[in-house]
């Protein structure tokens, strides 16, 4: 079993991002909000590169790495631009992503099954520049054996599906989600594959997924960003990690 005593938790500054270009100009700054982050215990930053720059933009991932101290998780969709990023930069994880240019958030995990050979091999390089690979993917037994076989270290289960179903008071199917969720942790984990979790997480749902034996890492960034607004930035990160220490 892996070592449960330390669940990391990377915060997501998308969202910091998402503000400061609803206006332009270079407030309030995603990097300050990092180091902020990072000053109150957060294990990691993360920051998601969209190919229409909606929010962090190049120059954020270029600060990120020159100024962080904590490992950078850089999600990325699998696409050529930006494996040349990722092999320039080198960060510490890259975090492999589904994107559709249209949708408001990230919908659903990749499809590691059909393009397993495609992904196997896009793979490769950035494993071998030092950095680890991870796959955002459903909570599905036919993607966690095909993203195994790629050479991933690591799996990002989507908790969104959850978190939208207890958010929309549909507890029957929350009940169902979390189910597989846990599930495929464990799957994951005996598969050889290190488990992290994230996305649409907040205080009401976190302690279950905190409380999963494999998960080694949550990615929490749009709750975190918009209860700052109420508790300050530290003051969110706080009570969220307090959550989950209680929870493990
Ligand atoms: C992959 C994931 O779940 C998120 O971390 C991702 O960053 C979501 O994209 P947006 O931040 O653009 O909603
Ligand atoms: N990979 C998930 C993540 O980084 C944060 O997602 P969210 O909390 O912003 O939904």
Known sequence: MPDISRLRLGVNIDHVATLRNARGGAVPDPIRAALMAEAAGADGITAHLREDRRHIV????????????????????????????????????????????EERTTEGGLDVARTEDKLTRYIAPLREAGCRVSIFIAADAEQIEAAARTGADIIELHTGAYCDAHADGHMDVRDREFEALREMATYAHSLGLEVHAGHGLTF???????????????????????????LGLEGAIAKMRSLMDAAR
């Open 204 to 230: 009401d749902t976190v302690a279950p997924i905190a409380a999963l034996p494999e998960v080694m890492e949550l990615n929490i960034g749009h709750f975190l960003i918009g209860e700052s607004v109420f």
């Open 58 to 101: 190049d120059s954020d991932i270029d600060a990120l790495m020159a100024q962080l101290t904590v490992p950078l998780n850089f999600e990325m969709a699998a696409t050529e631009e930006m494996q040349a990023i990722a092999l320039r930069l080198k960060p510490h994880a890259v975090c492999l992503v589904p994107e559709k240019r």
